[in-house]
């Protein structure tokens, strides 16, 4: 025990003083991250940060190319749906358009990265390796706000719906929506202005390259997707939701219940596939000053930002289902843009019609309070 506490003592003193001389190859593993090998002469040790295993190079491909499927038939729908058929014409439409919009510029990188994770190299020049990292981070940014003004906005229709008459109205909601999308332009910057391609050991990268190779901008990046895009969200969504459902215990309709479940699964979905990036970059910054330092968990700390970052993207398919496709008027608007633009594949065209208008005046007939309503 006394060798091994000596042993680490030195690699530990070593990683230092090596740092400091600049004795450090970058490498990286991913479009996301930058990390280093590390050698120490002394000790015979060398660190390979970048040994990802086998399987991720199978993985990650096919993965990714069913999230792209799969959130761009979503979003693209709701997106269709909102502008042709039903009109954004309340708060609540605005903000879910723009939630499918920036799903739809999150789910934009997907095709690079499927590209990226097979050569493992970055075949689309300098402005591209820019503009897909910005388009990441602003939908991952945006995303985070719509979800969590979404949740403001419900708060106000159940909790202040006095107040809410006076303050949700579409002119609000597009001017929110443009403030938010600011927001989120300014905190990619950084991103925009690191991330380069860059030729490293023979093969070329897209990676954030800090001034001075400082990795100060690194943590500070780190430290503002954690604040930004989940401590903030998450502190209002546990407010909203809770004060949503002291409302909601109140109600004795017959949805009262349902509304209930997705008020957690809104919560919880959030949450489970948020969360795990959040932390592998909270100890991503304490890597980098340094906190954490041995060879064996920053190995662990790749793979995991692998794994966190392609789970964090299966949220952008879950959106659409979540917000739209549960809500009764949505689907009702989704049932008539399908029966005039897919009129062709009914063989009983008006028999099919007149099942539908008789389902939709069903949830017409069936109108919840204005609460639940609200929720669903």
């Known amino acids: ?42 000790l015979d040790i060398s660190c390979d940060l970048d040994n990802i295993p086998a399987f991720a190079s199978t993985f990650f491909p096919v993965l990714y190319s069913l999230l792209f499927v799969t959130g761009l038939m979503g979003n693209a729908l709701v997106v269709w749906v909102l502008t042709v058929f039903k009109k954004v014409r ?23 990265l499927v590209q990226y994770s097979i050569t493992t190299q970055w075949t689309f020049g300098n402005a591209m390796c820019k503009i ?48 938010l999308w600011a927001v989120a332009i300014l905190a990619s910057a950084p991103d925009f202005v690191f991330f380069q391609e860059t030729n490293d050991n023979n093969q070329t990268k897209c990676l954030p390259h800090y001034p001075d190779g400082s990795n100060g901008w690194r943590t500070f990046s780190n430290f503002e997707v954690n604040v930004l895009g989940w401590l903030i969200p998450v ?58 330092s041995d060879c064996l968990t920053s190995q662990r700390l790749d793979l995991a930002m692998e794994l966190a970052e392609a789970l964090s993207f299966v949220h952008c398919c879950l959106n659409p289902v979540i917000y739209a496709f549960v809500s009764e008027k ?32 069903l949830h017409a007939a069936s109108s919840q309070s204005s609460s639940v309503g609200a929720v669903l």
Request: glycine letters at 2%.
């Open 235 to 292: 502190g209002v969504l546990i407010f909203c939701y809770h004060s949503i459902l002291k409302n909601l215990q109140k109600c004795h309709t017959q949805n009262k219940y349902r509304a209930i479940k997705l008020v957690f699964i809104v919560v919880i979905v959030f949450i489970l596939f948020w969360t795990p990036i959040n932390v592998v970059l909270f100890l991503d910054s304490l890597k980098n000053m340094h906190i954490i």
């Open 90 to 112: 309340a708060m609540t439409d605005v903000y879910l358009l723009n939630l499918a919009i920036s799903d739809l510029l999150f789910v934009f990188s997907l095709p690079f």
């Open 1 to 42: 025990m006394y060798t091994k506490r000596v042993i680490w003592y030195l690699s530990l003193m070593n990683f230092i003083v090596l740092e400091q001389v600049g004795y450090m190859s970058p490498t990286s593993n991913s479009s996301a991250t930058h990390e280093y090998n590390f050698y120490y002469p002394e």
């Open 330 to 361: 949505f689907k009702k608007h989704l049932h008539e843009a399908f029966r005039k633009h897919a009129h062709f594949l009914l063989f009983c065209k008006d028999y099919s019609g007149r099942r539908l208008d008789k389902h939709s005046s």
């Open 132 to 179: 897909i990292s910005s388009a990441y981070f602003i939908g991952f940014y945006s995303s985070a706000f719509f979800i969590t003004i979404m949740s403001i906005d419900r708060y106000l229709a159940i909790v202040q719906s006095v107040y809410a008459l006076q303050v949700r109205t579409t002119a609000r909601g597009v001017i929110t929506s443009l403030v």
